[in-house]
């Protein structure tokens, strides 16, 4: 079945610092990749969509120049949180829809826990 | 606006004992729907899904959801409850052309007590 590795798993970083997390899809090609936030015991945020080849289009409210998203493969995604603060500590996810599947249920990642210190 | 609402935080319920989830919807069109489950610290696996056909929908671990329009409702059932059952429970609705964004409801925490 369709896989999305997502790593790292977790990271801790300094306050001003950035972090890149990579969303890859393993076996099949992702069109179209979706990144999402969630905080503690809360629902899933859609912060961006990205599509390979072109720019992300991000939802209403997420800074755009934050939250940097690169598709430039049909297999890897990634999302770098620029100038990290303690408020982007958070947990995000991405998912990924393949190249001509009808399955309309995205496969998801399996996450990044991001602590900003 | 599209939106989905899970009205219950959290449910206890009994090893063995069946289960419900809800889930009600609101959307312009005919809705693409799913169940996510997440394990603590874990990212989400599909459930189950609804497109079109037949409004009982039988998905993955022996849960199975029931779509009716009427009631802009998709719950969630299990008539046995598993302890391993314990997770967060997302419903999903799937929205625009193409590239389907996904909008989640606020979860449900099931609990499951001996």
């Known amino acids: 079945g369709a896989v999305v590795s997502q790593h790292p798993s977790w990271v801790i970083c300094k306050s001003g610092t950035s972090v890149k997390i990579e969303c890859r899809s393993l076996?099949?090609?992702?069109?179209?990749m979706f990144w999402y936030r969630q905080f503690p015991k809360q629902s899933l945020m859609l912060m961006a969509t990205?599509?390979?080849?072109?720019?992300?289009?991000?939802e209403q409210g997420v800074e755009k120049d934050k939250f940097l998203i690169n598709h430039a493969s049909l297999t890897l995604s990634t999302l770098t949180v620029t100038s990290a603060h303690p408020e982007d500590s958070s947990f995000y996810i991405c998912?990924?829809?393949?190249?001509?599947?009808?399955?309309?249920?995205?496969?998801f990642g399996s996450g990044t826990r991001l602590t900003v210190v | 606006a599209q939106s989905v609402t899970q009205p219950d935080i959290h449910i206890t319920v009994s090893e063995g004992a069946s289960l419900e989830l809800r889930c009600n919807y609101s959307?312009?069109?005919?809705?693409?729907l799913f169940w996510y489950v997440q394990s603590p610290g874990q990212g989400l696996q599909l459930l189950l899904k609804?497109?079109?056909?037949?409004?009982l929908v039988q998905g993955i671990k022996g849960f199975e959801a029931e779509f009716k329009r009427s009631q802009s409702s998709f719950n969630l059932r299990k008539p046995s409850v598993h302890w391993s059952d314990a997770a967060e429970y997302f419903c999903?609705?799937?929205?625009?052309?193409?590239?389907?964004?996904?909008?989640f409801g606020a979860g449900t925490r099931l609990f499951v007590k001996a």
């Open positions: 998912s990924a829809r393949s190249q001509g599947r009808t399955n309309y249920g995205y496969t």
């Open positions: 999903a609705v799937g929205r625009g052309t193409g590239g389907f964004k996904t909008i």
């Open positions: 076996d099949f090609q992702a069109t179209t």
């Open positions: 959307y312009g069109a005919t809705p693409y």
């Open positions: 990205s599509n390979e080849g072109s720019k992300a289009t991000y």
């Open positions: 609804y497109f079109s056909g037949d409004t």
